[in-house]
């Protein structure tokens, strides 16, 4: 039993090696905090900025495209000091401009249309799962090492607590629901930014079955500083059906960060 012991060991430990760790894993109480400051971070003192968006919408019917919807846009993120009908603080919001559908111009305010829509995953989940804030409301573990587009990465596993209540989730027609999910984050080593978030909405309230979230980060420079941006976001959903499984895909990428400057121009 030692001598296999010991051979784990060693197996684990070159495995940390090969995404860039020395001994052991970092331990969460030296990962979370730091996570929590850069989403606090992109939450609040994130300039305004604009980027190009694309999003494919697709209808899927045993796996297969049978409808889709190509749509380029201009996303705008904007800081400002309104309020919800709540009384809570919106320190971000997301707008976009509609350019083209299916490469035909789109008409001035073009609404996002498609087979299969999702929102909330350029901002929201992050803040959702990894704000200060947030943190009572889900379990987070260290699981294991791993490496993103070649960047050595920290591996953790989330999932809400049973007795949270708090967190809500709106539907389409404003029902509500308690959010209930798990899932996973790869947290880059060096600046211990989100890499990649994968997350699964359990017990939806409707029977379209689990709906599946996946966003890759990376690093931009806007006004001379450095945030992790959403470079594309993918989600997915299936009904279970046994004869013909019927579903559907979104994708957004996002490209091209700019600070969004405002001219005005006086006429004497």
Not at 78 to 90: E, I
Not at 184 to 190: F, Q, R
Not at 231 to 249: C, D, F, L, S, Y
Request: overall charge neutral; hydrophobic content about 35%.
């Amino acid at each position: 039993m030692k001598t296999r012991s010991a051979v784990c060991l060693g197996l684990l430990h070159l495995a940390l090696c090969s995404v860039g760790f020395s001994e052991s894993l970092p331990k969460l109480n030296h990962i979370l905090p730091r996570v929590q400051e850069h989403v606090k971070d992109f939450e609040h003192s994130l300039p305004d900025f604009i980027c190009d968006e694309k999003i494919t919408s697709r209808e899927l019917m045993g796996g297969k495209t049978i409808h889709e919807t190509d749509i380029d846009s201009t996303f705008r993120g904007m800081q400002n000091k309104d309020r919800d009908p709540d009384g809570k603080a919106q320190p971000f919001t997301e707008w976009r401009d509609i350019q083209t559908i299916d490469g035909r111009p789109a008409p001035k305010g073009q609404q996002l249309t498609g087979p299969f829509l999702f929102g909330g995953g350029f901002s929201s989940v992050l803040v959702e799962i990894f704000s200060p804030e947030n943190s009572r409301y889900f379990n987070y573990k260290v699981i294991g090492a791993d490496k993103v587009d070649d960047k050595a990465a920290v591996l953790i596993k989330f999932e809400t607590r049973k007795d949270q209540q708090a967190l809500l989730h709106r539907e389409l027609f404003g029902t509500q629901y308690v959010m209930k999910g798990s899932g996973k984050a790869w947290i880059d080593l060096a600046s211990m930014n989100v890499l990649r978030l994968e997350i699964q909405y359990l017990d939806p309230p409707m029977p379209e079955g689990v709906l599946s979230l996946s966003v890759d980060y990376a690093p931009v420079v806007i006004k001379e500083k450095t945030f992790w941006m959403p470079r594309t976001v993918t989600a997915e959903q299936t009904v279970p059906n046994p004869k013909m499984p019927v579903g559907g895909q979104y994708i957004a990428e996002y490209s091209n960060y700019q600070e969004f400057k405002v001219s005005v121009k006086m006429k004497y």
